[in-house]
DNA sequence: ATTTTTCTATACCCATCGATAGAGTTTCCT
DNA sequence: AGGAAACTCTATCGATGGGTATAGAAAAAT
């Protein structure tokens, strides 16, 4: 018995392409089309298709969301992300929320259907180079940013956000209601836990990791 | 007489709901498939095709400077842009091109085509709702931009870089072989003519400007 | 129960910053 | 030739920033 397929993407070409894909090969038979997540999480709800391909970006509610529904809800259709390109955290997240394959769209048409056939036949089909360079860029940037929320006490994180949108010592006493003194202590801690020079660059590298 | 067309996306699905698509309009025909720009641009010159539909995201030489080349060197072939996402800056450039048409991959399929057909006619196709919305914003970047560059006299742009990079009074005296009071008297010549009010201030509007 | 961390505070000192005033040079435009 | 604009300098002064020492109170970890 063929494979039943839901086909989730915003782009109605490629929708298309995929559809004429999976028109050529017998044991799959595409059984939806889906523009938008809202539409996909009915469709998945309602006829429980085998495999759904999802595109992350979407309108409206996106394509991690619809796989965080199906995760929770436990829905048993196998999910493949098929995206142009994936974003590290994003990558990490499909993947905790149970994503069977991940697959990028420049990859060629044929190797989509071999992912495809390996999940249905129970296993898992992650392209090695994207996750390996994502899951290397992660831990890169993933070390900056919880470095900071490590190393930093929730009141200095507070800090440091205030300086990156401008605001002096004086301004900062006042929002805190702490004395203009404990702002120069924090700041003097955080420059120190930092390796920074003042708070210019501390701005700078606020900016730079997203604190802000 | 059927319109050649030529079809550069390196998203080889995209390629297939392409042709499928045009497989079913009599007056066109897909002479050729290109995954990068280098191959699309060879393409164009050997075979002069009709109609070029062009992605921007391309792996390589991208889409612009594909178009850049057909432009420059006055090649007969009208061009689409078909794209996800089109940034406001790759918008003017494209148009600045010569570019014919501009079509987002989420319209619907039938639009492409009657776009090709308008284009083949003589036309020219912009989405309305991409072509204002990126206008509008780009008129706002851009004046900010071009104010920085207008008031600011080169000596004092030079200043706002440096002050954009952390560099203390002191460093960017000794880096341009004047005393601190000059550089002093700069910033307070900066400060007035846009309207900041500090080096912190100043950095922040520098690195959105993009002037660092 | 004791130690550690976090947040708070004050006081002093020096460096840096920013405002202001006054003035000389060059360069470019009229 | 004359004037405007840009760049340079010195000098002063108050405001802000940052380092350091010292230390109390509350919360969290051991």
């Given amino acids: 018995m063929a494979a039943r397929i839901a086909l989730a993407d915003d782009h109605p070409i490629v ?6 894909l999976f028109h050529l090969e017998p044991d799959f038979e595409v059984v939806a089309r889906c523009r938008d997540g809202k539409e996909t999480l009915s ?3 309602e006829q429980r298709p085998d495999l759904l391909i999802l595109d992350i970006r979407m309108p409206g509610t996106d394509g991690l969301a619809v796989l965080r529904a199906i995760h929770d809800e436990g829905l048993p259709t196998r999910v493949v992300v098929l995206t142009a390109a994936l974003d590290d955290e994003q990558l990490v997240e499909a993947v905790r929320l149970g994503v069977r394959g991940v697959v990028l769209k420049e990859t060629a048409p044929k190797l989509l259907v ?7 036949a129970g296993g898992q089909w992650l392209e090695p180079g994207v ?10 940037k993933d070390a900056g940013f919880r470095e900071a929320e490590k190393v930093l006490t929730p009141r200095e994180l507070e800090i440091v ?3 990156g949108s401008g605001l002096r010592n004086r301004q900062i006493a006042d929002r805190l209601f702490i004395s203009e003194g404990t702002v120069k202590i924090h700041f003097h801690n955080i420059y120190q836990k930092l390796q920074v020079n003042g708070r210019l660059e501390l701005a700078l ?8």
């Fill in 161 to 163: 956000r205030m300086a």
């Fill in 131 to 140: 996750v390996s360079r994502a899951l290397r860029k992660l831990v890169q």
């Fill in 43 to 45: 469709v998945v709800r």
């Fill in 15 to 20: 929708l298309d392409g995929l559809e004429q």
């Fill in 205 to 212: 590298y606020a900016r730079d990791k997203g604190l802000v």
């Fill in 114 to 120: 071999k992912a495809m056939r390996e999940i249905q």
